[in-house]
């Protein structure tokens, strides 16, 4: 009888950057089941959050109606009570200046959201304070391969690995972040393809490497250098193609012929002749691509390593051709598009920059406004101004700093003093406990929109059920408070009208639309005609800057060293089963189950040392805090090192990082934070 009120409906997972496409199986407004389709990316596979972490969108705990904080409890209020708090405050932070204002838009929210909430921002806050985790997961990367290739995003497409000869996996734990992604390359390496892995801990991915290279932390610079020297050693550099299609290149083969596989080796760790047998392995195959994520992009010299998987690629002309490429995979389902539609401070949509006058011009005629002249501050910037008393009102949409953001310690005390916060969501989180206001908003399933996922592909989210009590869409909350406040612009109707807007003012989106997408059609940006499905892979006749540019890299180490007081290394990470702060993934019980509880990873060998046994409690302490977790046995991980995940709020691997930003991206370093530890 249940079946009889079934309906299927196709939308995108909500969890990590590979965009799977889903179909949900409904009945009686709660999805039931979720299958796989031959989809886009995904060919059937689903990893275990796609196919069964469903439930926390029908959880009793869902925000049903917004709630004001009064005598520091917070408490139901009316939408309209609600709303017009905000616009007073936002009214109120506006009349202290163009620094008071900032917002923080969310990787998990759709491209229409995160427009609104850019031009939100922008046009009513009237600051360029905007920005979003990007900053502390693919800062690095944008940055990075802007300045090597002119932009900064994945150049292959996922099913692009089914034809390289080679692929190259840095600082990625691809079957446990990416897992489709993972699966297509274990698929490709049993067909022949060759493989190589280099990681600080022995991922399940190294043990089908032709070549593995346990890197010591933080040294993926020396990594690329050392490899990239001992293709010029044996003569293997694409001359051809750096002589047409690159600048740069004479510069870089001074600093080139200052290094030795030996030295660069040495920093690594490694054994120099492994070093050259993965280098040679990679620029004697014909199609390549490399891979990489947050190891190598959470360091302070984050955007060096970019631009040395970017040199890298270059030398060996593995760019710009079918099967080639460098292939940054973006973290959250959406943080591509969220990036793509400008919530970064320097950046308006399609990343045209604030900085540029003739955008600026283009932008205030397309929305009718005076546009800010301020340089806007980037994620860690607006918390310490929070905390500094210069931002007076801080909007947070979909984003949960008090467990993402590095130093939790200092987050804490920054929203501690905090004037006034409004956070958007759909649970109530670590960081709505110091909320004023709290507005209930819809989850995936409840929306129309589109996400982008990691290899630059917009595919269309479908509404599969109601949300529950008076919760709304992301992007209407932000245009009913734009009204309030007399705002032009802010009248849309639908997700759809929004991505037409979307598409009149961002060169790469001008060929994108929800009817498009409704018919079927595969589109990947730069897709600038309504008939053209974009780019399969990018910088095929030229790179988006005109000519590749070689950047100079050299090896600096991290700030933080082990040294008596904290004598190991702690790298943060995720692990499959959970979805960044696990809001979602934490609803759902089999999940729990298997991943409910936070961990540290420790060598057998170190344990030993400690007189640890495997399951005890220990207490981690850095610089910055202290965090108690269990301990669980790897010996894949070196005897100096320790590995956290980072989603657990109750113990807060956050509480541990922090340091010295990436001086141009401004990325936090999570992968190298020196620590002690104790029973
Ligand atoms: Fe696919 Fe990623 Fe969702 Fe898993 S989490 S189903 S790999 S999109």
């Known amino acids: 009888k249940p079946f009889a009120y079934a309906k299927t409906v196709q939308t995108v997972c909500p969890y990590c950057g590979v965009g799977c496409t889903l179909n949900l199986k409904i009945i009686d407004n709660k999805i039931t089941d979720i299958y796989s389709t031959e989809g886009n990316v995904n060919d059937n596979l689903l990893c275990v959050k796609g196919r069964f972490a469903y439930d926390f969108v029908s959880s009793p705990d869902r925000l049903t109606t917004p709630l004001i904080r009064k005598n520091g409890v917070l408490e139901e209020a009316s939408w309209e009570e609600a709303l017009n708090l905000v616009a007073e405050k936002l009214k109120e932070a506006k009349a202290e200046g163009p620094q008071a204002v900032a917002g923080l838009s969310s990787a998990r929210c759709t491209n229409e959201d995160n427009y609104v909430f850019q031009k939100f921002i922008r046009t009513v806050g009237e600051t360029n304070n905007v920005d979003h985790c990007a900053r502390l997961c693919h800062a690095s990367t944008v940055a990075g391969l802007a300045k090597s290739f002119g932009s900064g995003a994945m150049t292959n497409s996922i099913d692009e690995v089914d034809l390289m000869d080679v692929m190259f996996v840095t600082g990625s734990n691809t079957t446990e972040t990416h897992p489709v992604i993972g699966a297509k390359i274990k698929q490709r390496q049993q067909k022949g393809a060759a493989l190589i892995v280099a990681e600080p801990r022995k991922i399940e991915l190294a043990k089908y490497a032709d070549v593995y290279l346990q890197i010591k932390p933080g040294t993926n610079v020396p990594l690329l250098n050392g490899m990239m020297r001992a293709i010029l050693d044996a003569g293997l550099e694409d001359k051809n193609f750096i002589n047409e299609r690159t600048e740069g290149y004479a510069a870089f083969k001074e600093f080139m012929d200052t290094l030795t596989v030996e030295g660069c080796a040495e920093i690594c760790g490694v054994d120099p002749e492994d070093m050259r047998k993965a280098a040679l392995l990679y620029a004697t195959k014909d199609k390549g691509g490399i891979f990489y994520s947050m190891g190598v992009t959470q360091h302070k010299t984050g955007t060096d390593g970019v631009m040395s998987t970017a040199n890298l690629a270059m030398l060996t002309g593995k760019i710009g051709r079918e099967g080639c490429g460098v292939n940054p995979l973006r973290g959250q389902n959406n943080v591509q598009g969220a990036c793509d539609m400008g919530a970064l401070p320097g950046d308006l949509p399609g990343y045209q920059k604030t900085a540029n006058p003739e955008v600026v011009e283009k932008f205030e005629k397309a929305w009718d406004v005076k546009l800010p002249q301020n340089a806007g501050k980037t994620l860690t910037e607006i918390i ?296």
């Open 384 to 679: 310490n101004g929070v905390g500094d008393g210069t931002v007076k009102f801080l909007y947070v949409m979909g984003e949960n700093p008090v467990v993402s953001d590095p130093d939790t310690n200092h987050v804490k005390h920054a929203l501690e003093k905090a004037n006034f916060v409004v956070v958007q969501d759909i649970f109530l989180t670590e960081t709505t406990e110091y909320a004023d206001v709290v507005l209930p908003a819809f989850v995936y399933a409840e929306k129309d929109g589109t996400f982008t996922n990691t290899e630059r592909r917009i595919q269309l989210l479908r509404k599969a059920v109601e949300a529950p009590g008076e919760a709304k869409n992301d992007w209407e909350i932000i245009s009913l408070i734009a009204q309030k406040l007399g705002a032009k612009g802010f009248d849309f109707n639908s997700a759809e009208e929004i991505m037409d807007e979307i598409a009149s003012v961002t060169p790469s989106y001008t060929g994108v639309s929800h009817e498009r997408l409704r018919n079927g059609d595969r589109i990947q940006w730069p897709c600038l005609s309504k008939d053209s499905e974009g780019a399969k892979f990018l910088h095929a006749e030229k790179f988006t800057r005109g000519l590749g540019a070689f950047m100079i890299a050299d090896y600096i180490p991290p700030e933080d060293q082990a040294d008596e007081k904290y004598p190991l290394i702690l790298m943060t990470g995720r692990i499959l089963q959970h979805y960044h702060t696990r809001t979602m993934t934490m609803r759902t019980p089999g999940i729990e189950e298997i991943a409910g509880d936070p961990f540290v990873e420790i060598n057998p060998e170190t344990a030993k040392e400690y007189d640890i046994n495997e399951g005890d409690f220990i207490t981690v302490t850095s610089p910055r805090g202290n965090v108690s977790a269990k301990t669980r046995f790897n010996k894949g991980i070196m005897e100096t090192n320790l590995f956290m995940p980072f989603h657990y709020g109750n113990s807060g691997a956050n509480h541990l990082t922090g340091g010295e930003l990436d001086p141009i991206a401004k990325i936090p370093p999570f992968k190298v934070v020196k620590v002690n530890i104790s029973k």
